[in-house]
Every structure is written in structure tokens, then in C-alpha cells.
């Protein structure tokens, strides 16, 4: 049990030291919160939770499989070799491609007459629920664009 407890632990330090260095790591989990905060708004369906929910799990677990190739090819050379480029490349890559499917299926999900509807009724009926949502927007701005450099001193 032990090796299982610090395995996670090693995991959960693994998200964080991402978050410290991922710009791109941070965008995805504000994108992901703010998923899920509208979702609830619109009154998705679990079937619905459950599909945004896995999208968001493989777009985040692929940046950070795309974060340990960028690591593991920096340990092996700084200098430029093509083919460490292209396997960071095409690590790049398969963030993009899971990502611009995430965003499709969102605004399948976001982008039509019930869920703008609901969210409309949601803001009609709540008009102060703006303020917090307007105020997570900014610091989730900050959060993106500058919690890296409070920590990271490399950059």
C-alpha cells in the first residue's frame, strides 16, 4: 500500500510541477473549468457530463504526455537534432488533434438553441451570478499567464 500511496504522490507532483511550467497545461485546465461551470449552467445531462468530462481527461493527459516527451528529448540533447524535433512535433500534435476534437464536440454541446437557452434563462434568473464568473475569468487570465513565473525561475 505504501508503494501505491507514494506512486500517487509522485503523480500528483508530477500535475503540479506541470502546472508551474505549462502555460498551454494551465490554458486546458481553465478551459476545462469553465466546461464544466457552463455545463451546469446549461443543465447537461450525465450522459453529456460524462462525455465532457473524458474529453477533458485525454486533451490534459496528452499535454502532459507531450510535456514528458519535451523533457525526456531535452535530457537527451539540447542541440538541434531533426529527429527530436519531429518527436516533439508530433507530440504537439496529438494535443492539437484531441483538443480540436474537444472543442468540436463542445460547441455541439454549447453551441445550440437549449443550451444557449438555459444559459440565457440561468443569467436571467441569477443576473448577479455575472460578478463571480467575471472575476474567476480575470484570475484565471493571471492564472494562465503568470503562475509560472511566480514559481519558475528558468523562464
Wanted: overall charge positive; hydrophobic content about 65%.
Amino acid at each position: 500500500m505504501k508503494k501505491q500511496l507514494r506512486s500517487f504522490w509522485c503523480a500528483i507532483t508530477g500535475i503540479g510541477s506541470a502546472l508551474l511550467t505549462e502555460a498551454h497545461l494551465r490554458f486546458h485546465a481553465v478551459a476545462a473549468l469553465f466546461a464544466l461551470i457552463f455545463a451546469g449552467i446549461c443543465n447537461f445531462s450525465a450522459e453529456r457530463f460524462a462525455i465532457l468530462s473524458v474529453l477533458i481527461g485525454a486533451v490534459i493527459a496528452l499535454e502532459l504526455v507531450n510535456t514528458a516527451i519535451e523533457h525526456a528529448c531535452n535530457a537527451i540533447s539540447r542541440e538541434y537534432n531533426a529527429q527530436i524535433k519531429l518527436a516533439k512535433d508530433l507530440a504537439a500534435s496529438a494535443v492539437l488533434v484531441m483538443a480540436v476534437a474537444a472543442i468540436a464536440v463542445a460547441a455541439l454541446f454549447f453551441l445550440n438553441a437549449e443550451a444557449i437557452g438555459a444559459a440565457a434563462r440561468f443569467f436571467s434568473d441569477n443576473p448577479y451570478a455575472a460578478v463571480p464568473l467575471g472575476i474567476l475569468a480575470v484570475l484565471s487570465i493571471a492564472f494562465v499567464a503568470f503562475f509560472g513565473r511566480l514559481f519558475n525561475k528558468e523562464k
